[in-house]
Protein backbone atom coordinates (compact mmCIF):
# COMPACT_ATOMS: atom_id res chain seq x y z
CA UNK A 1 0.00 0.00 0.00
CA UNK A 2 1.72 3.15 -1.28
CA UNK A 3 2.11 5.73 1.34
CA UNK A 4 3.06 9.76 0.50
CA UNK A 5 3.95 11.61 3.78
CA UNK A 6 4.86 15.12 2.20
CA UNK A 7 7.23 17.15 4.51
CA UNK A 8 8.28 13.62 6.70
CA UNK A 9 11.60 15.63 7.93
CA UNK A 10 9.65 18.35 9.48
CA UNK A 11 7.73 16.01 11.76
CA UNK A 12 8.08 16.23 15.69
CA UNK A 13 5.62 14.93 18.45
CA UNK A 14 3.00 12.49 19.19
CA UNK A 15 -0.68 12.51 17.68
CA UNK A 16 0.74 13.65 14.44
CA UNK A 17 -2.33 14.49 11.79
CA UNK A 18 -2.39 12.47 8.84
CA UNK A 19 -1.52 14.20 5.68
CA UNK A 20 -0.51 11.92 2.99
CA UNK A 21 -2.56 9.84 0.46
CA UNK A 22 -3.15 5.92 0.75
CA UNK A 23 -4.04 3.51 -1.20
CA UNK A 24 -5.81 1.53 1.61
CA UNK A 25 -5.93 -2.57 0.50
CA UNK A 26 -3.81 -1.91 -2.52
CA UNK A 27 -0.38 -3.73 -3.46
CA UNK A 28 2.50 -1.57 -4.52
CA UNK A 29 4.75 -3.24 -7.50
CA UNK A 30 7.15 -1.01 -8.45
CA UNK A 31 7.68 2.53 -8.38
CA UNK A 32 9.80 5.09 -10.02
CA UNK A 33 11.21 8.76 -9.56
CA UNK A 34 12.41 11.72 -11.65
CA UNK A 35 16.11 12.49 -11.66
CA UNK A 36 14.73 15.57 -9.56
CA UNK A 37 12.36 13.89 -6.88
CA UNK A 38 9.73 15.60 -8.85
CA UNK A 39 7.58 13.35 -10.11
CA UNK A 40 6.86 9.65 -8.63
CA UNK A 41 4.82 6.75 -10.39
CA UNK A 42 3.78 3.33 -9.14
CA UNK A 43 2.24 0.90 -9.79
CA UNK A 44 -0.55 -1.25 -7.74
CA UNK A 45 -3.44 -3.89 -7.52
CA UNK A 46 -6.03 -4.93 -5.28
CA UNK A 47 -8.39 -7.49 -5.47
CA UNK A 48 -10.28 -7.04 -8.84
CA UNK A 49 -8.39 -3.75 -10.53
CA UNK A 50 -4.57 -2.85 -11.78
CA UNK A 51 -3.58 1.10 -11.74
CA UNK A 52 -0.56 3.42 -12.83
CA UNK A 53 -0.80 5.93 -10.06
CA UNK A 54 0.98 9.45 -10.74
CA UNK A 55 2.10 12.07 -7.77
CA UNK A 56 4.07 15.06 -7.25
CA UNK A 57 7.13 15.10 -4.94
CA UNK A 58 4.55 16.42 -2.01
CA UNK A 59 2.14 13.69 -1.98
CA UNK A 60 -0.39 15.50 -4.32
CA UNK A 61 -2.11 12.82 -6.78
CA UNK A 62 -1.27 13.91 -10.68
CA UNK A 63 -3.79 11.18 -11.88
CA UNK A 64 -4.04 7.39 -11.88
CA UNK A 65 -5.19 5.60 -14.73
CA UNK A 66 -6.74 1.96 -14.71
CA UNK A 67 -4.67 -1.03 -16.48
CA UNK A 68 -6.38 -3.47 -18.42
CA UNK A 69 -4.00 -6.40 -16.72
CA UNK A 70 -1.68 -7.39 -14.08
CA UNK A 71 1.73 -4.34 -15.42
CA UNK A 72 3.78 -4.72 -12.07
CA UNK A 73 6.89 -3.13 -14.15
CA UNK A 74 7.20 0.66 -14.22
CA UNK A 75 10.27 2.93 -15.73
CA UNK A 76 10.31 6.49 -16.33
CA UNK A 77 12.75 9.38 -17.92
CA UNK A 78 15.36 10.84 -16.03
CA UNK A 79 12.78 14.28 -16.42
CA UNK A 80 9.82 12.32 -15.37
CA UNK A 81 8.59 13.35 -18.95
CA UNK A 82 8.17 9.68 -20.32
CA UNK A 83 7.10 6.37 -18.07
CA UNK A 84 6.84 3.28 -19.05
CA UNK A 85 4.68 0.43 -17.48
CA UNK A 86 4.74 -3.00 -18.67
CA UNK A 87 3.50 -6.92 -17.49
CA UNK A 88 3.68 -9.95 -18.76
CA UNK A 89 1.07 -9.83 -22.07
CA UNK A 90 2.12 -9.08 -25.28
CA UNK A 91 -0.05 -5.73 -25.05
CA UNK A 92 0.34 -5.14 -21.77
CA UNK A 93 2.93 -2.08 -22.73
CA UNK A 94 1.84 1.54 -21.91
CA UNK A 95 3.66 4.66 -22.42
CA UNK A 96 2.56 7.82 -20.30
CA UNK A 97 3.83 11.50 -21.25
CA UNK A 98 3.21 14.26 -18.65
CA UNK A 99 2.14 17.36 -19.66
CA UNK A 100 3.38 20.26 -17.58
CA UNK A 101 -0.01 22.45 -16.53
CA UNK A 102 0.56 26.31 -17.04
CA UNK A 103 -2.45 27.25 -15.48
CA UNK A 104 -2.75 27.33 -12.13
CA UNK A 105 -5.98 26.55 -9.62
CA UNK A 106 -8.32 29.05 -9.25
CA UNK A 107 -9.43 28.94 -5.60
CA UNK A 108 -12.38 32.04 -4.81
CA UNK A 109 -15.25 32.74 -2.13
CA UNK A 110 -13.69 31.05 0.35
CA UNK A 111 -16.22 31.16 3.69
CA UNK A 112 -16.80 29.36 7.03
CA UNK A 113 -19.45 28.26 9.25
CA UNK A 114 -20.17 29.73 11.27
CA UNK A 115 -18.39 33.01 10.44
CA UNK A 116 -15.66 34.69 12.02
CA UNK A 117 -16.95 36.71 15.06
CA UNK A 118 -19.28 33.54 16.12
CA UNK A 119 -17.23 30.64 16.56
CA UNK A 120 -17.55 29.32 20.16
CA UNK A 121 -14.98 26.75 21.76
CA UNK A 122 -17.76 23.94 21.08
CA UNK A 123 -17.86 24.73 17.21
CA UNK A 124 -15.68 22.73 14.45
CA UNK A 125 -15.47 25.15 11.55
CA UNK A 126 -17.08 23.95 8.35
CA UNK A 127 -14.86 25.54 5.59
CA UNK A 128 -16.24 26.13 2.00
CA UNK A 129 -14.46 27.04 -0.95
CA UNK A 130 -14.76 26.84 -4.66
CA UNK A 131 -11.81 25.43 -7.04
CA UNK A 132 -11.92 25.57 -10.69
CA UNK A 133 -8.85 24.24 -13.07
CA UNK A 134 -10.16 24.77 -16.46
CA UNK A 135 -6.75 23.02 -17.41
CA UNK A 136 -6.36 19.58 -16.18
CA UNK A 137 -9.42 19.75 -13.87
CA UNK A 138 -8.96 19.73 -9.87
CA UNK A 139 -8.22 16.25 -7.98
CA UNK A 140 -7.51 17.62 -4.08
CA UNK A 141 -7.94 20.06 -1.99
CA UNK A 142 -6.98 20.52 1.52
CA UNK A 143 -7.54 23.25 4.08
CA UNK A 144 -3.84 23.83 6.42
CA UNK A 145 -4.30 24.83 9.87
CA UNK A 146 -2.01 26.36 12.60
CA UNK A 147 -2.85 27.22 16.01
CA UNK A 148 0.65 28.70 16.19
CA UNK A 149 2.02 29.65 13.11
CA UNK A 150 4.79 26.94 12.98
CA UNK A 151 2.97 23.52 13.58
CA UNK A 152 0.26 22.97 10.09
CA UNK A 153 -2.51 20.31 10.08
CA UNK A 154 -3.64 19.47 7.36
CA UNK A 155 -7.64 18.46 6.31
CA UNK A 156 -8.85 17.21 3.05
CA UNK A 157 -11.81 18.85 1.43
CA UNK A 158 -14.85 16.93 -0.28
CA UNK A 159 -16.03 17.69 -3.41
CA UNK A 160 -19.82 18.85 -2.72
CA UNK A 161 -21.93 20.26 -6.25
CA UNK A 162 -19.90 21.98 -9.41
CA UNK A 163 -16.86 23.21 -7.75
CA UNK A 164 -17.67 23.59 -4.56
CA UNK A 165 -15.63 21.75 -1.83
CA UNK A 166 -15.60 21.60 2.37
CA UNK A 167 -14.00 20.55 5.53
CA UNK A 168 -13.54 20.84 9.15
CA UNK A 169 -11.34 22.48 11.51
CA UNK A 170 -12.20 20.65 14.74
CA UNK A 171 -13.30 22.63 17.83
CA UNK A 172 -10.48 24.31 20.32
CA UNK A 173 -10.47 25.78 23.74
CA UNK A 174 -11.94 29.29 24.32
CA UNK A 175 -9.75 32.44 22.77
CA UNK A 176 -8.01 29.59 20.56
CA UNK A 177 -6.79 31.52 17.51
CA UNK A 178 -6.25 29.42 14.22
CA UNK A 179 -4.96 30.51 10.91
CA UNK A 180 -5.68 28.50 7.82
CA UNK A 181 -4.95 28.27 4.15
CA UNK A 182 -6.20 26.43 1.40
CA UNK A 183 -4.46 24.67 -1.25
CA UNK A 184 -5.61 22.69 -3.99
Request: net charge negative; glycine share 10%.
Amino acid sequence: MPHFWDEARLRLGANQTEDWIRFESWIGWDVAVSNDGGIVAATVTNASSYKALFFRSDGALIGEFDLMQFSPLISMSGDGGIIAVGGPGWDSLYVFGVLDDSTPQLIESVWQEPGNDAVTHEDAVMVYTNVTDSESGVKQVAIHYSLDGETWFVVNMTKLEGATWNGAIPSFAYCTWVNYTITA
